[in-house]
């Protein structure tokens, strides 16, 4: 029974909207209704701001490290030994992604996926946030960047035969391609959205 309520713990955690909550509380705007429509941290800059923006990202990252924290801290045990924090972290994900705080959207699952790196992998996390930004300043596309340090923390954790997280950023890496399917078209199309730096931005209007 402790399991169970503590999945739905999880699952509650990644499920606040922290983007809409922070927009219309302190900003009296639903940013479901402007930019891209997302409730994640990208639109929230796009929207809101940088300030806005960051105190989103923080806030979805935090929902999935407290979210894998919880077995630790609950002493919860299974027969999934180390691999529990992961399935604690993939429901809160679940839950920022089809969240009953929003009708069961959600946003695209890459901030609140770090948070759940950081808890389980510190090490894992700092090299994905050093890819992650590093691909953005290179492709100026946080869509993406987001693309390829998934793939590559999947291919990265299985070089370390961490076969959880291998498992667990190998089932993630084809969510986040899945919601990001409209980005990939715009990709190929050449029209998608870039952030105000970068290689890829300095290419764009060069021309």
């Known amino acids: ?72 801290w609950g002493h919860v045990t299974t027969i999934f030994g180390t691999a529990t924090p992961l399935l604690f972290g993939l429901f809160a994900v679940l839950g920022h992604t089809v969240s009953v705080f929003d009708h069961f959207k959600g946003g695209k699952a890459v901030a609140t996926s770090a948070g759940m790196l950081l808890a389980y992998n510190p090490l894992m996390f700092v090299i994905a946030a050093g890819l992650w930004v590093s691909l953005i300043y290179w492709t100026s596309m946080v869509s993406l960047a987001s693309m390829i340090a998934f793939s590559l923390i999947t291919l990265i954790s299985l070089g370390f035969h961490d076969w959880y997280l291998t498992g667990i950023a190998f089932i993630l890496t084809v969510f986040v391609f899945y919601r990001h399917r409209t980005n990939i078209s715009r990709i190929k199309n050449g029209t998608e959205s870039l952030v105000p730096f970068g290689h890829g931005y300095q290419k764009r209007h060069a021309k």
């Open 1 to 72: 029974m402790k399991l169970i309520g503590l999945l739905i713990v999880a699952y509650l955690l990644g499920a606040i909207p922290n983007g809409v909550w922070v927009g219309k509380t302190f900003f009296h705007t639903d940013i479901r209704q402007s930019g891209s429509g997302n409730i994640g941290t990208t639109n929230t800059y796009r929207v809101l701001g940088p300030y806005a923006g960051t105190v989103v990202m923080v806030l979805d990252i935090a929902k999935g490290t407290v979210a894998t924290l919880l077995p630790t």
